[in-house]
């Protein structure tokens, strides 16, 4: 019984790609948390991933921002600096990201007419 339990176990874990790392299974599981987003939007580590979730850690951010000048009962400090530091690290990743893909990219060459070409 415990060798079939441990089949059924195996097959429900993700597999060792993106989740092998474990700063990744700690950001999802703290945005999880923080952001009202489905588990595949936040497991999307494209460029457009990314954006999506800075928009939604922003848009958060602002709102535990109006809560604590308010002074209204539902701000929470932890929250507050936990959203700060997401948008930090996700701005970074963003940046990584935005730079490997200029990196990737070939320069593109301007024309430059060739003076046989005119004849």
């Known amino acids: 019984m415990v060798a079939s339990m441990r089949k059924q ?3 429900i874990l993700p597999a ?4 092998s790392d474990p700063r990744t299974l700690v950001r999802r599981a703290e945005l ?6 489905w588990p595949h939007e936040l ?3 494209s460029l457009n991933g990314r954006r999506r979730i800075l928009q939604f850690l922003a848009r958060a951010l602002r709102e535990e ?3 604590c000048r308010a002074g209204h009962w539902t701000y929470d400090l932890a929250r507050h600096a936990a959203l700060a530091r997401h948008m930090t690290w996700e701005r970074g990743e963003l940046e990584k990201l935005q730079r ?3 990196l990737a990219q070939p320069l593109k060459r301007p024309h430059v ?4 070409e005119n004849r």
């Open 9 to 11: 176990s195996s097959s």
């Open 43 to 45: 497991a999307d580590l």
């Open 32 to 37: 999880q948390r923080l952001l009202p987003m």
């Open 16 to 19: 060792q790609n993106q989740y």
């Open 100 to 102: 490997a893909r200029s």
């Open 65 to 67: 921002r109006r809560r």
């Open 113 to 116: 007419a060739d003076p046989s």
